[in-house]
């Protein structure tokens, strides 16, 4: 637990470093019109951290056996108007709540990992599994924010980018 604790800590600044300078064309750039822009990706980590991972291990770790409530993430992106957020503000929004992760995280006195509940289609969930989970979470979002980047890069630049290496 204490290795994915700290991840998760080290990667709020990774997360920062990479969406704080970013001007309102680029965090509104798509690549394409199904895939989602910067402040989409934040917005979706804000959620994700209070609503998901957060609420979820802390139900698995509270309430075994018990199935939590039902989510939708995808549905979060209007049902919460993600783009109609300011990009700066859920920047810091996130920020916080990734903060209160961390304490939360640290306050625990030996949790119980291995309490779980049986999802009727995914089958038994752990605390762990969403532990693990949540840092598995912020590396894949950590990639789609450097790819966003990379093809806007190629967008602004019209240039071939090969010369860098392969993707």
Known sequence: MDFVVEQLRQNKEVFYKLLKDVDKTMSLWKQS???W???EIVC???DEERNDFRFRTN???EKPNKVPPPINPVQWVNDHNYMGQDYKQMID???AERDRSIVWLKSLKDPNWEHAFVHPKLGTLSANYFLNNWLAHDYLHIKQILRLKFDYLKHLSGEHLDYAGVW
């Open 33 to 35: 019109p199904e895939k």
């Open 37 to 39: 822009c910067l402040l």
């Open 44 to 46: 979706h980590l804000y």
């Open 59 to 61: 139900w698995t770790l």
């Open 93 to 95: 929004d996130f920020m």
